[in-house]
């Protein structure tokens, strides 16, 4: 698939494929027809070129989404483990299988303080007036682009959390999203409705079950921040390195809402995310966190947009991004603002750290800016590890080793600090401990703290 | 048994240009020695050189300590063996905790035999030892949560050089101008700093420009450095002549080594 598809049966999802999908869908009426309204939009949209600024650095050549196939039915449970699954405490959890919801807990404590948590589809269909107003209308449109269209054509599984007005959920709730067939393709959806005054955290990962097969994840992820409501929302995207990632991904902020959102990218053969950011009331505020760290051959691409659309907004994004031998990086931010959005303050950042002479990273930052009396601020930085910093460590008795992985861990430090989640730091720590070829070394961010006390 | 440092005909090149033509000088433990000179002349070249800065190439000459040549050694070994280098300009290490740091050099230090990933000496201990070190330095205890260097003031990060040095305990410390771009009260810290860490079990080299941190450590050896290589050596009255008078009179004494200097002046022009 080039920018232009010029055979859209190469896409290997043909009218022959979605019909033979619908008839193994039980679901509501409604539903379906908005799937066929989608997938005469990805047809429409296969023929028109993908966007060049957000897709011209990333060759889509190798991929062949023939060789993925949603599964008919749900394959048999297994257990994938999961980085954050383990290391607290959950409000409630949901795992996702291959595109099927395969474990659901917590829904009912929580639907006794009026939350609706669990599967998408299911909640869609009994909360139909509620819902159907959110889903793919408020943050992400069917007809985005080809993977939006495509994916509200296909979506299968997903899930649902609408938290009501001034709940305040205490405790985290978690999502799992695993592979565990090869050549699967999986559509999975997040929507997330946090309504006024009210307070949630999702933390959602993927994981594949065996690290030689081949998925495909073709993804999307709404966030709704009402007014004055706050959520914070994790993704861990830790596929395996044969997998591929495909997902438009879009929160909305309403006034004085506030949304924390961090995306992290570690695993996949090849990742896009598209990324919107749209502050759409006054005084509404998001801060963006991004830690890539890619090895191998693995490709990651980000697009990434702060829509200031309302006055006195603010969006503060963070990229760090370390590279390992091939691997290719790609961030491309904008920060948009709109005419009435006066007195806004838009940041964006992205900084990379080469650990080879062949990784390559390239960061884009812009922006586009109609208001007159805004702040608007961004920078990209690429570089090495500092021989000099490595010479000052091992002058302290501290080997070469040890020193780069001190001063990578260091490097990605800078934007745990803006993460307060205690699980989620240390999940990346140690994750990125791991990558680094650490098993052993103990976790200095979690005996720090603890010994703190 | 009193450890020796012994430096032998060192000759050191940056890049293609050579700076240090022959350098001999042995340090005992327990002793101070004071090294001056001119701008230019090699001082800092033979404290990266000591410390195994791999921009400093040793082209002659030997490193040892006791016996134990370690001119081919890594930075990290020499560490481990009890060398230690108060750098002029600290390094910036974002994201890197003090405490952090410290406990993986100090473990490594104490434990030279210790592969990455193994463990670490006690949290509980060491923390106790580095809030007592950081008392009698002076320092808040809340840099052991900031990151090494970062945001510091000049004269915090010399501290910060002075709070290693107490940490580590090196057998041999090279301090290279740690008392410049202070203010007097922070010369007066680092200065009364160092007299109480060292004594019988380290040995010395101050590169300086200034009298105040000679004043608290007394050197019993003074060297003057011209041109690449150490023309004097006399005790703590030569250190008092040269910031009374400068090198005038020195490069009168040496006038090869002083045309050296004017020569490599020249080329750098």
Not at chain 1, 172 to 188: C, K, Y
Request: glycine share 8%; proline share 3%; aromatic share 6%.
């Amino acid at each position: 698939m080039s920018l232009v598809t010029r055979d859209p049966g190469r896409t290997g999802f043909s009218v022959e494929v979605f019909e033979q999908f619908l008839a193994g869908r039980q679901e509501a009426d409604w539903i379906t027809e908005a799937r066929r309204l989608a997938f005469a939009e990805y047809e429409r949209l296969l023929s028109i070129e993908l966007s060049p600024e957000e897709f011209k650095r990333l060759d889509l050549r190798p991929f062949n989404a023939s060789r993925f196939r949603p599964l008919p039915e749900q394959s048999q449970q297994s257990s994938v483990s999961a980085l954050m699954g383990d290391h607290t405490e959950y409000g409630g959890r949901i795992v996702h299988q291959d595109g099927y919801v395969s474990q659901l807990s917590g829904s009912d404590t929580l639907s006794e303080r009026g939350v609706l948590f669990g599967d998408l589809q299911q909640m869609l269909e009994s909360h139909r007036d509620l819902l159907e107003p959110f889903f793919m209308r408020r943050a992400v449109a069917p007809d985005a682009d080809r993977f939006a269209a495509w994916h509200a054509a296909f979506w299968t599984g997903g899930t649902l959390l609408y938290v009501p007005r001034g709940v305040e959920l205490e405790l985290p709730i978690h999502s799992l999203i695993t592979h565990t067939q090869d050549g699967v393709a999986e559509f999975s959806h997040t929507l997330i409705i946090v309504d006024e005054g009210a307070r949630a955290t999702l933390l959602e990962e993927t994981a594949s079950a065996e690290a030689g097969s081949a998925g495909l994840h073709v993804g999307c992820v709404e966030l709704i921040v009402e007014r004055d409501a706050h959520l914070r929302y994790v993704q861990l995207q830790n596929w395996n390195q044969n997998s591929w990632h495909f997902a438009h991904q879009a929160g909305v902020v309403e006034n004085n809402g506030s949304l924390q959102w961090t995306v992290v990218g570690l695993g996949s053969k090849v990742s896009h995310i598209h990324q919107d950011i749209n502050l759409a009331g006054r005084a509404a505020t998001a801060e963006v966190n991004g830690v890539t760290f890619t090895s191998g051959r693995q490709k990651l691409s980000y697009y990434t947009q702060q829509n200031h659309q309302q006055q006195g907004t603010h969006s503060d994004l963070l990229y760090r991004e370390v590279l390992r031998d091939d691997s290719r990086v790609i961030w491309r931010g904008m920060i948009k603002v709109d005419l009435p959005a006066q007195q806004t303050d838009g940041y964006q950042r992205s900084d990379a750290l080469m650990l080879s002479e062949t990784a390559r990273c390239d960061s884009i930052p812009g922006l586009e800016i109609e208001a007159d009396d805004v702040r608007c601020t961004h920078g990209a930085t690429t570089g090495r590890v500092d021989q000099d910093q490595i010479l000052y460590c091992m002058s302290r008795g501290i080997t070469r080793n040890e020193a780069m992985h001190m001063i990578v861990e260091g490097f990605f430090q800078q934007v745990y600090d803006r993460i307060p989640i205690p699980v989620v730091r240390e999940t990346l720590s140690r994750t990125v401990q791991k990558k680094l070829g650490i098993e052993t070394m103990e976790s200095r961010l979690i005996s720090d703290d603890e010994d703190e006390n | 048994m009193s450890s020796v440092l012994k430096v032998s005909d060192l000759h050191v090149s940056v890049g293609e240009t050579p700076i240090l033509k022959g350098v001999n000088l042995e340090i005992g433990q327990g002793e101070i020695h004071a090294l001056m000179g001119p701008n230019g002349s090699g001082k800092s070249t033979l404290a990266y050189a000591l410390a195994g800065h791999p921009n400093y190439s040793v082209t002659g000459g030997t490193i040892e300590v006791d016996g134990v040549n370690i001119t081919e050694m890594e930075a990290d070994e020499r560490a481990r063996l009890g060398m230690f280098l108060a750098f002029q300009y600290p390094v910036v290490i974002p994201g890197v905790k003090v405490a952090d740091f410290l406990r993986h050099a100090v473990t490594n230090v104490r434990n030279p035999d210790r592969k990455e990933g193994e463990g670490l000496i006690g949290m509980r201990e060491f923390r106790k030892e580095l809030r007592s070190r950081m008392t009698e330095l002076g320092m808040d205890h809340e840099f052991a949560r900031r990151y090494l260097n970062d945001g510091f003031s000049g004269g915090e990060k010399k501290r910060m050089e002075i709070l290693q040095l107490a940490m580590l305990q090196p057998r041999f410390a090279i301090l290279d101008e740690t008392d410049s771009g202070l203010d007097s009260d922070a010369v007066r810290v680092v200065s009364e700093g160092l007299a109480r860490l060292s004594g019988p079990q380290m040995g010395v080299l101050i590169i300086t420009h200034h009298e105040r941190l000679l004043e608290f450590n007394t050197p019993q050896f003074t060297h003057v450095m011209l041109g690449g290589r150490i023309v004097e050596t006399g005790d703590a009255a030569l250190a008092n002549e040269l910031h009374s008078n400068g090198y005038a009179e020195v490069r009168k004494r040496h006038p090869q080594a002083a045309a050296e200097e004017a020569a490599a002046e020249e080329a750098l022009a």
